[in-house]
């Protein structure tokens, strides 16, 4: 599947919703799937899979739950028109024995497990952020509810992901070159 597509099929997804009507895109393929939403440049909502799903349910499924997103208030109709739309569609996790040799900011997104706590940060975040790989690690266990650290004690994933978005609300699709930001 082109991921440019994607990106345009779950813009659909969402104006669909907004307009009562339910649309699943004919997509073929698995993989794991986030959608994100940012508004003026600010985040607001991203949600997704990142184990492998069938991708025709799986974008419908994170385009809807990205805009219930509940760290913000349910996103409405007018708002579709400011929001720019990103899919990342990622590889299979797999656990890594030496996270700081194993893992490369920019090219690999994080999962860190311990307990009943779990956090999972997409490859754009650390490079959105300036970080190195110890930071990137502290921060996936701050969003696993975890300290600064525990990530030394835990299981740890990485995984890769293709990143397309739009360049403004509506506009054109992109591929972020995530090697290009760092």
């Known amino acids: 599947m082109e991921p440019e597509k994607a990106v345009k099929e779950a813009r659909r997804i ?4 907004f307009d009562g009507k339910d649309y699943t895109p004919e997509l073929t393929g698995r993989a794991g799937v986030f959608v994100t939403l940012t508004k003026g440049g600010l985040l607001r909502g991203c949600i997704g899979f990142s ?7 799986g974008l419908k499924g994170a385009s809807l739950s990205a805009i219930r997103d509940p760290r913000f208030p349910p996103m409405t ?3 579709l028109g400011e929001v720019e ?3 990342s569609l990622l590889t299979p996790p797999e656990k890594v024995a030496r996270p700081l ?3 490369q900011v920019g090219k ?7 307990g009943f706590h779990s956090g999972l940060l997409l490859p ?8 190195n790989v110890e930071e990137f690690l502290d921060g996936c266990c701050l969003k696993a ?18 990143v397309f978005g739009e360049e403004r609300p509506r506009g054109k699709v992109v591929k972020r070159d995530l090697d290009e930001q760092r």
């Open 124 to 131: 754009q975040v650390a490079v959105e952020q300036g970080w």
């Open 108 to 114: 690999h997104g994080l999962i860190v497990r311990k």
């Open 51 to 57: 184990s492998p799903v069938e991708l025709s349910k």
């Open 14 to 17: 969402i104006e669909a919703h």
């Open 85 to 87: 739309i990103e899919v």
């Open 77 to 79: 109709k007018k708002e």
């Open 145 to 162: 509810g975890l300290p600064e650290g525990s990530w030394k004690e835990a299981e740890v994933y990485r995984f890769e992901g293709t």
């Open 101 to 103: 040799d194993e893992i």
